[in-house]
C-alpha cells in the first residue's frame, strides 16, 4: 500500500461521511490449468513460479467510505481507459484531470457517488500504456517458448495531421513492440488514401528506422523517419516483425481475480482490502470506449467467473463501445488500437459475433453469440449498453441489435438494455462548441445528465430488482434504422453528408488466429462487409430514437453524432474520429431566408426565451417522470438551456465581458 490517505481532509459526503483514498499494487498468482485461466493466449508459455504459477501484478486506486457500513454495498469498478480513470467526470460532474488522482474539490464535483454510498475502484489492466505519471499500469509476463524467444508479425499504422518526419510505431504515445531486425528487407512501407484502397509501397531508401534529434535521424526501433515528411491525411502502414509478446489477456484475469476478492474475500488477512468482502454486497463494472469494448471481450472469453465458479459482477456496462471488442487477448496484442471511421484500420475490434443471442454468419458458416460462454457458466451479468449517435458512423453500433446484414432487428436479452443517446458523440459535450481540426463546430449535447440517472437505475435493478427504463434505441421495423442512403438529411448551405462511415468487414488474420490468438496474416485478408445502419434523423436532422434529451426534443441546432476532417489536416472528405457537430439555427426568419437555411429559425419556432424555457422544462419533468434524467438535475438542465438559448441569440450576460 503506497497511499490511504483522507479525501478531501475528511470532508463528509452526506450520511455516508468521510471518504478515503487508498492506492498501490496488487500481485496476482494464478494456475494456468484452473477454469478460464486456459482461455489467456499464452498461459502455457508464461514464467513459472516455484508453486507452478503465473504471477503478474497491477496499480490500483480506491475510493471508499471511511466507515464502510455506511455505504450501500455496491461496488462500482471502472476499467481505467488507457490508465485513466472517469468515474468522477461521468458521474459526479467532476471537472479534474482524468490521468491524475483526485485531489481537489473540483475534482469531485456535486459528491453523487459519494453521497449515494458507492466503493470505487480502478486497477490497471493494460501493459502497455503511456509513459505518464499517476497512469494505472499492469505488468505481464513475456512468453517464452523454453529457452527461445516467441516472434510474430506486428502491424502498425498510422496518419499524420500534419507534415511530420518521424512517426512512433504505437498506437499514439503507448508502449510499441520494437522491430527485430531493422535491416529486414522483407519489410514494406506503404501508403494509401482510403480505408480500403489500394496500397503503394514505399521506395526504401526513402525511410528508416529511426527518429529525428536535433535535425538529423537517430537509428531506433520504436519510430521511423521520413526526411521529406509523412503527409497529413495518408494511411501509412507497416508490417515487421518482433518478439517477447506479453500475456496481455492476464489484464482479464486480474480484473476478474480483484472483483472476486473484493466481493468474496480470499486469503491475504491482514491486506488493507481483505475486509471489504464484509461489506461489499454486489458489484457494478463500467467501461467507457476502449474500457467498454474490455468489457464485452471480457463477457466473451468467460471471464465472468471466477476460480471457483463464482459470478464475478452483477451488472456491466458498456459505454460507447458500438458492436467493439479488441486486442485484449492474443499475441502481440495492441491493446490500445481500435476501428474508427479514419484511424486504427483492420485491427481484431469489430468482429463477429456483435449481439448478445446466437446468430449464424452464413459466410462463414460460425454460429455465436457474445453471452455463449457465459449462459454455459451460469454467470450472465444484467448489462446496460449505452451509445451515443457517432457509435452508428464510427463504431458499427447497429450491428449489437441488428441481423448480420442489418436488414432485421435482433432483440436483446432479457436482462439486458440498450440505449442510443441521440444527437450525441463519443464523449459528452461541452459547452460553447468548439472548432479545431473539424469542418464544423463540435458536439454540445451534454448527456451526462442521462448517465448519472441511469447509474443509480442499474444500481436499484441490482440491489432489489427494480426494473430500469426499457431500452430505447432505433429499429429496422419502425424505419428509424436506416442505410446511408437512405438518410433523410436536410440540404443545410455548407454541410455534406459524409459518404463513408465506419464499416465492419469479415477479416482474416489466418488459422491460428480464432482458437489459438496467432496473428499470421497482417494486414488481414478482407472479405464482406456487415451491413452498417444509422438513426433515422427529422427535417432538422436530429435523430427520431433513441433517448432524447431537452436539447434535442427542443433544439437550438442540428446535433450530429458524426463531423469531417478539417482541410488543413488533410482527407476533409473523412470522418473525424470521435466527434460531432453542431449546427446551429438560424436566429430569426430573415437570417435563415438570407442564408437559404430551410431549418426554422429560433425565434419562428419559440417566440422569446421564456417560451423556450417552458418546453425545456416540462420535456426535463417528463424525462424524470421516464427515470431518463434525475429530478434533481432538473433546474440544472434549465441552466443550461438558459445559457445556449443566450449564447445563440446573441445576448449578452450579465456580469460579463464577453458572449457566453
Do not use: C
Given at each position: 500500500m503506497t497511499r490511504n490517505t483522507a479525501v478531501l481532509n475528511g470532508r463528509p459526503f452526506g450520511s455516508v461521511g468521510p471518504y478515503r483514498q487508498l492506492s498501490g499494487r496488487i500481485h496476482f498468482a494464478v494456475k494456468p490449468e484452473v477454469g478460464n485461466n486456459k482461455q489467456v493466449t499464452d498461459i502455457l508459455y508464461a514464467p513459472r513460479?516455484?508453486?507452478?504459477?503465473?504471477?503478474?501484478?497491477?496499480?490500483?486506486?480506491?475510493?471508499?467510505?471511511?466507515?464502510?457500513?455506511k455505504g450501500n454495498g455496491t461496488l462500482l469498478y471502472e476499467v481505467p481507459n488507457r490508465g485513466r480513470k472517469t468515474l468522477l467526470n461521468f458521474f459526479n460532474r467532476g471537472t479534474g484531470s482524468i490521468s491524475i488522482h483526485p485531489s481537489a474539490a473540483s475534482d469531485y464535483g456535486d459528491g453523487l457517488l459519494m453521497e449515494q454510498g458507492f466503493s470505487l475502484f480502478w486497477m490497471g489492466w493494460q501493459f502497455d500504456v503511456p509513459d505518464e505519471p499517476d497512469l494505472?499500469?499492469?505488468?505481464?509476463?513475456?512468453?517464452?517458448?523454453?529457452?527461445?524467444?516467441?516472434?510474430?508479425?506486428?502491424?502498425s499504422d498510422f496518419v499524420p495531421d500534419a507534415r511530420v518526419t518521424t512517426v512512433h510505431l504505437a498506437d499514439r504515445t503507448h508502449a510499441p513492440y520494437l522491430v527485430l531486425d531493422p535491416a529486414d528487407p522483407s519489410i514494406e512501407l506503404t501508403v494509401r488514401d482510403r480505408a480500403h484502397g489500394p496500397r503503394t509501397v514505399m521506395p526504401?531508401?526513402?525511410?528508416?528506422f529511426a527518429m529525428e534529434v536535433n535535425g538529423k535521424p537517430v537509428p531506433v526501433r520504436s519510430h521511423i523517419y521520413m526526411k521529406q515528411g509523412f503527409e497529413p491525411g495518408r494511411i501509412y502502414e507497416i508490417v515487421y516483425r518482433s518478439q517477447d509478446p506479453p500475456l496481455a489477456g492476464l489484464g482479464l484475469a486480474a480484473t476478474r481475480d480483484l472483483v472476486s476478492f473484493l466481493k468474496f474475500g480470499g486469503s491475504a488477512e491482514g491486506?488493507?482490502?481483505?475486509?471489504?468482502?464484509?461489506?461489499?454486497?454486489?458489484?457494478?463494472?463500467?467501461?467507457?470506449?476502449?474500457?467498454?469494448?474490455?468489457?464485452?471481450?471480457?463477457?466473451?472469453?468467460?471471464?465472468?467467473?471466477?476460480?471457483?465458479?463464482?459470478?464475478?459482477?452483477?451488472?456491466?456496462?458498456?459505454?460507447?463501445?458500438?458492436?467493439?471488442?479488441?486486442?485484449?487477448?492474443?499475441?502481440?496484442?495492441?491493446?490500445?488500437?481500435?476501428?474508427?471511421p479514419f484511424f486504427n484500420f483492420l485491427y481484431p475490434t469489430d468482429i463477429f459475433p456483435f449481439t448478445d443471442s446466437d446468430q449464424t454468419d452464413p459466410e462463414t458458416g460460425l454460429t455465436e453469440g457474445l453471452l455463449g460462454r457465459l449462459r454455459s457458466?451460469?454467470?450472465?451479468?444484467?448489462?446496460?449498453?449505452?451509445?451515443?449517435?457517432?457509435?452508428?458512423?464510427?463504431?458499427?453500433?447497429?450491428?449489437?441489435?441488428?441481423?448480420?446484414?442489418?436488414?432485421?432487428?435482433?432483440?436483446?436479452?432479457?436482462?439486458?438494455?440498450?440505449?442510443?443517446?441521440?444527437?450525441?458523440?463519443?464523449?459528452?459535450?461541452?459547452?460553447?462548441?468548439?472548432?479545431?481540426?473539424?469542418?464544423?463546430l463540435t458536439n454540445s449535447n451534454n448527456y451526462a445528465w442521462t448517465m448519472r440517472a441511469l447509474l443509480l437505475a442499474m444500481n436499484r435493478w441490482l440491489t432489489n430488482g427494480t426494473e430500469p427504463p426499457a431500452s430505447q434505441y432505433p429499429t429496422v421495423a419502425a424505419g428509424q434504422l436506416v442505410s446511408l442512403e437512405s438518410l433523410n438529411f436536410p440540404s443545410i448551405p455548407g454541410v455534406q453528408v459524409p459518404r463513408r462511415i465506419q464499416t465492419a468487414m469479415r477479416l482474416d488474420y489466418g488459422p491460428e488466429f480464432r482458437e489459438k490468438g496467432i496473428v499470421s496474416v497482417e494486414p488481414p485478408r478482407i472479405g464482406k462487409p456487415f451491413g452498417m445502419r444509422l438513426p433515422q434523423v427529422d427535417q432538422d436532422g436530429n435523430e427520431t430514437s433513441g433517448i432524447r434529451l431537452p436539447v434535442i426534443q427542443v433544439p437550438l441546432a442540428t446535433y450530429m453524432g458524426w463531423n469531417l476532417r478539417d482541410s488543413s489536416i488533410g482527407a476533409p472528405d473523412e470522418l473525424y474520429h470521435m466527434t460531432g457537430s453542431t449546427l446551429p439555427f438560424a436566429k430569426n426568419r430573415d437570417e435563415r431566408e438570407r442564408t437559404g437555411d430551410p431549418r426554422l429559425s429560433i425565434r419562428e419556432r419559440y417566440g422569446d426565451r421564456a417560451g423556450y424555457?417552458?418546453?425545456i422544462e416540462a420535456t426535463a419533468n417528463q424525462l424524470g417522470e421516464d427515470g431518463l434524467v434525475l429530478k434533481s438535475d432538473i433546474p440544472l438542465i434549465v441552466d443550461s438551456a438558459r445559457e445556449q438559448w443566450d449564447y445563440w441569440t446573441d445576448v449578452r450576460l450579465p456580469n460579463s465581458g464577453r458572449k457566453q
Open positions: 513460479s516455484a508453486a507452478g504459477t503465473v504471477e503478474y501484478s497491477s496499480d490500483f486506486y480506491a475510493l471508499v467510505p471511511e466507515d464502510l457500513s494505472l499500469r499492469f505488468r505481464a509476463p513475456i512468453a517464452r517458448d523454453g529457452q527461445k524467444p516467441i516472434t510474430g508479425l506486428v502491424r526504401r531508401n526513402r525511410w528508416q491486506d488493507v482490502l481483505a475486509g471489504f468482502h464484509r461489506h461489499i454486497k454486489r458489484s457494478m463494472a463500467f467501461g467507457s470506449s476502449q474500457s467498454g469494448r474490455f468489457l464485452r471481450k471480457f463477457m466473451y472469453d468467460g471471464f465472468n467467473v471466477d476460480e471457483e465458479d463464482r459470478m464475478v459482477f452483477d451488472g456491466i456496462w458498456a459505454h460507447v463501445a458500438g458492436g467493439g471488442r479488441g486486442s485484449f487477448n492474443h499475441r502481440f496484442a495492441q491493446p490500445s488500437r481500435d476501428a474508427r457458466l451460469k454467470a450472465v451479468p444484467r448489462i446496460f449498453y449505452t451509445n451515443s449517435s457517432y457509435e452508428y458512423y464510427g463504431r458499427s453500433a447497429a450491428l449489437i441489435h441488428t441481423n448480420l446484414d442489418g436488414t432485421k432487428d435482433v432483440p436483446p436479452a432479457p436482462g439486458t438494455r440498450i440505449y442510443l443517446i441521440a444527437g450525441a458523440q463519443h464523449g459528452p459535450g461541452g459547452f460553447p462548441p468548439q472548432r479545431g481540426r473539424t469542418r464544423h424555457l417552458r418546453r
